[in-house]
């Protein structure tokens, strides 16, 4: 682990920044990509603190620009690249029937074409160096659809999709990883972009349900990435025990 490269999208909180303390912790220098930078300055600081190596960009995962100057101010900063991790995404669910269009647009922009762009800017480097590691963050919503998911979860099948296409485009001896990772219900900020007043009675739904922390998903991450290179975790499903 001592000598990898990972850029993580969302490190600004919740997952994200889980996952880079995780990875800084176990070695991994860390690239942090986000939109807000105070946010991502105090992670920098808290990692580098403690030992680690870190670096950020401010990125929004929407502009294919802004993704490849990420890739290119990683290998300034790093050299290289090993492990992409796509973990940046809204989940601002709704109703069809509200027609909350402009929410159905920022979810596709950030859950799909965010995870495309990074695709997109770190492939041929992976390709020249042949290897590398792109990790997807889909959820349990990529896998069922609840009432009110039905876009959000259209990004995460996507999600879901494109990995999958992508590990089949690649060759055998290419020696690119590609993994999905499928959380269930982590507590976070995520929920704070839901504008939709129907969702709010659902919430109920989950009133007996403990969510994992940020950590339980940068632990799987990690796993994914700590296997030898000729291993691939093609996917991992992590929800609450009580989660059904
Ligand atoms: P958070 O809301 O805590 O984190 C989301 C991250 O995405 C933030 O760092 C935010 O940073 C970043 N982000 C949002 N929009 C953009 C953008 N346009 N450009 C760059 N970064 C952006 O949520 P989670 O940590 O829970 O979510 C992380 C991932 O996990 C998401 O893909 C989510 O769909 C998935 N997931 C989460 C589950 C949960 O229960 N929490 C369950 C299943 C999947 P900033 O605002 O600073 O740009």
Not at 2 to 15: H, L, Q, R, Y
Not at 69 to 80: D, F, M, P, R, V
Not at 133 to 162: D, E, L, M
Request: aromatic share 4%; net charge negative.
């Amino acid at each position: 682990m001592e000598s990898k490269v990972a850029i993580i999208t969302g490190a600004s909180s919740g997952i994200g920044e889980a996952t880079a303390r995780e990875l800084a912790r176990s070695g991994i220098k860390v690239m942090l990509a986000a939109r807000r930078e105070d946010r991502l300055a105090l992670l920098k600081k808290e990692i580098e603190a403690k030992g680690g190596q870190a670096e950020y960009r401010i990125t929004d995962v929407t502009s294919q620009a802004d993704m490849e100057s990420l890739a290119q101010a990683t290998l300034e900063a790093y050299g290289k690249i090993d492990v992409l991790i796509n973990n940046a995404g809204i989940a601002p669910v709704s109703f069809l029937r509200n027609r909350k269009v402009d929410e159905w647009d920022r979810m596709i922009d950030v859950n799909i074409k965010g995870v495309l762009y990074g695709i997109a800017a770190v492939l041929p480097h992976m390709e020249e160096r042949n290897e590398g590691h792109i990790i997807n963050v889909s959820s349990v919503a990529g896998h069922q659809i609840y009432p009110s998911t039905a876009v959000y979860s259209g990004t995460k099948f996507a999600v879901r999709a494109i990995t999958e296409g992508l590990r089949k485009e690649l060759r055998p001896d290419q020696n690119i990883r590609t993994t999905i990772i499928s959380p269930g219900n982590v507590a976070s900020e995520l929920e704070q972009t839901i504008t939709d007043q129907d969702v709010f009675s659902l919430a109920s739904q989950f009133a007996n349900l403990t969510p994992l922390k940020g950590e339980d998903i940068a632990a799987a991450i990690r796993y994914a990435i700590e296997q030898s290179t000729s291993v691939t975790v093609k996917e991992m499903i992590v929800t609450p025990t009580s989660q059904r």
